[in-house]
C-alpha cells in the first residue's frame, strides 16, 4: 500500500472510530432513593426559562442512568423494567416530576397525578376512591405510585401494559382528569418552559407519547428505603443458619473473629432501625403461619400476579376486575398484589378501598376471605388468635416502612 493511501486509510478509520463512539450514550451508575434524583432544578419559585435552559445545557443531565435500588428493594432487581425505547435520564425524571404535579394537565386545571397519588399520603389518597375533575369518583381505590420501576402492567387489573401507557390512561379519562390528549398538549405546548424540555429530551418534542414517557421515567424514580425488616430479616437468616447460643458466640470470637464481626454488625443495624417484640413475633408469623408471603414476596412484597380475595364479591353485579381484561374465567374477581413496603402509609385499603385499616385487612384473611366461585387457591382461613393478628400488622407498620426520597412538589414552569 502506498503511504499516502495507507495515511488515508488510517485516518479514516480513526475516524469511524470516533463516529461510533460518539453513537454511544453515556452512561451515569446512581442508587434510587439516594441521589436527590427528584428534588428538582435548583433554585426557588416557578421556574424560569433561564434556569430550565442552564440545566438543559448540563450533558451529565442527558446521560442514561444504570440504576441500583436501595437495600432490600434490590433483592427484587431482576424485575426492574425500563423500556428500551425510554431510558431513564436526569433531565427525563426532572420534566416527569413536573409534569406529575402540574394541574394544567387537566380539563379544569384542578386536578393532577399527585391529586390521586400525593407524597403526603403514601403516594395513593386517603379516600376510598381516587377525586377527579368536578368531585367526580370511580370505583376503585387509587394505587399507589411507588416502586412502579419493578412493575410492568399497571392498574389494579392490568390493563395497561406499561407504566408509559397508565401514565397518560388518566388524562383523557372522563372522571379522572377529563381532558382529551390533544387538548392537554396544547394545554403543555403554550408554556415556554415545557416546549425547551421536550425538544432537547426528545428527538420528535412534543407528543402524549412523550409526555407519558417522562411521567413514568419519574415514577420508576419513587422507590422506598430501607426498612427495619431489611436489617433484621439477615440478623434472623444468620441465627438461622448458625443456630448460635451464647455459648457458641464466645467460641466464635475466637475461632472465626470475622464471622463474629459480620453478626455484631448485623446486631448493632438491628439495633439502629428497632422493631417492637411484636413486630418481630408478626415477622415470623408473615412468613409462617400468616402465609402472608405467598403473594406477597420477593424484595418488594409482591408477586406481580392477580388473587380474588372475595373482595366485593358478595353483590350482585361485583366488579370483575383481571377478568375484564383478559375474558379468562379464573381471573374473575381477581386484582393485582400490592407491595406492602410502606403500606401503613397508604390506606384505605384493598382494590375499592372497602377496609381502612391494616387490621380489618389482617382480619379478613384471618377469616379466609369471602367464598366465591373464583376464589384465589391462596386464600384460607388462617387460624391466628387475636395477639399473633396483632402481632402480623405489627411488622406491616413497623418492620415495613422506610423512607421515601425527597421530592420537590412546587416549582414548575
Request: charged share 25%; glycine share 8%.
Amino acid at each position: 500500500m502506498r503511504p499516502v493511501t495507507r495515511f488515508f486509510t488510517l485516518c479514516m478509520l480513526f475516524c469511524s472510530g470516533l463516529a461510533v463512539h460518539a453513537e454511544q450514550p453515556k452512561t451515569t451508575r446512581v442508587n434510587l432513593g439516594e441521589d436527590g434524583l427528584l428534588t428538582g432544578i435548583p433554585g426557588e419559585g416557578p421556574l424560569t426559562e433561564a434556569e430550565i435552559q442552564a440545566w438543559l445545557d448540563k450533558p451529565e443531565n442527558h446521560h442514561t442512568l444504570e440504576v441500583s435500588l436501595p437495600k432490600g428493594l434490590d433483592a427484587s432487581a431482576a424485575n426492574i423494567a425500563i423500556p428500551e425505547d425510554n431510558p431513564l435520564t436526569r433531565a427525563k425524571i426532572e420534566l416527569g416530576r413536573q409534569l406529575y404535579f402540574d394541574t394544567r394537565l387537566s380539563s379544569d386545571q384542578t386536578i393532577s397525578c399527585a391529586s390521586c397519588h400525593s407524597p403526603d399520603q403514601g403516594y395513593g389518597a386517603t379516600t376510598q376512591f381516587g377525586v377527579g375533575v368536578g368531585g367526580q369518583t370511580g370505583n376503585r381505590n387509587s394505587p399507589i405510585s411507588y416502586n412502579r420501576i419493578l412493575s410492568k402492567e399497571q392498574f389494579w387489573d392490568g390493563r395497561a401494559a406499561s407504566l408509559e401507557e397508565q401514565a397518560v390512561g388518566p388524562i383523557a379519562n372522563p372522571i379522572e382528569m377529563g381532558n382529551t390528549h390533544d387538548a392537554c398538549i396544547e394545554c403543555v405546548g403554550a408554556i415556554p418552559g415545557y416546549t425547551m424540555q421536550f425538544k432537547a429530551i426528545f428527538d420528535d418534542g412534543l407528543t402524549i407519547d412523550n409526555v407519558g414517557k417522562a411521567l413514568a421515567s419519574f415514577e420508576r424514580a419513587i422507590v422506598t428505603g430501607p426498612a427495619p425488616y431489611d436489617y433484621w430479616n439477615p440478623l434472623a437468616k444468620f441465627k438461622e443458619v448458625f443456630a448460635l447460643d451464647l455459648e457458641d458466640m464466645e467460641a466464635l470470637r475466637s475461632e472465626d473473629p470475622d464471622l463474629a464481626k459480620q453478626y455484631d454488625d448485623m446486631v448493632a443495624a438491628a439495633q439502629k432501625h428497632p422493631m417492637s417484640e411484636s413486630a418481630q413475633r408478626g415477622m415470623t408469623l408473615f412468613f409462617g403461619k400468616a402465609n402472608c408471603a405467598l403473594c406477597h414476596a420477593g424484595g418488594n412484597f409482591a408477586d406481580e400476579q392477580y388473587h380474588n380475595l372475595g373482595v366485593g364479591m358478595e353483590v350482585a353485579e361485583p366488579d370483575l376486575g383481571r377478568f375484564v381484561v383478559t375474558k379468562v374465567e379464573k381471573d374473575k374477581g381477581a386484582f393485582k398484589t400490592p407491595t406492602l413496603r410502606n403500606v401503613a402509609l397508604s390506606g384505605p385499603y384493598m382494590h375499592d378501598g372497602s377496609q381502612k385499616t391494616l387490621e380489618e385487612v389482617v382480619a379478613w384473611y384471618n377469616k379466609g376471605g369471602h367464598k366465591n366461585p373464583w376464589l384465589s387457591d391462596k386464600v384460607k382461613v388462617l387460624n391466628l388468635t387475636d395477639q399473633e393478628q396483632k402481632d402480623v400488622v405489627a411488622f406491616m407498620k413497623e418492620g415495613l416502612t422506610g423512607p421515601f426520597p425527597k421530592v420537590e412538589t412546587n416549582r414548575l414552569p
